[in-house]
């Protein structure tokens, strides 16, 4: 990934008014995620690690965010 591509992404994530509606060309729902809405930005990735990668992010998100509700850092 280069760092224009980098940039880009961040800047789309940026200029949203709200949370997604639906699957993109940009964004894609994780749905392995089983507490939380949680959005991945699309880029191109080689076809072997994509399954393992995808497989266990799900479960990775939602307890990296129950932890940062946990600790406080999700108030609002």
Partial sequence: MTLD????????VASLEGPPRGDTATLKLVRQSRRY?????????????GDAFYDSVGAR???IIDRWLREGEGRR
């Fill in 5 to 12: 591509l980098l940039v880009a992404q961040l800047d789309y």
């Fill in 37 to 49: 809405d949680v959005w991945r930005l699309s880029h191109p990735f080689r076809e072997q690690m």
């Fill in 61 to 63: 998100a939602d307890q």
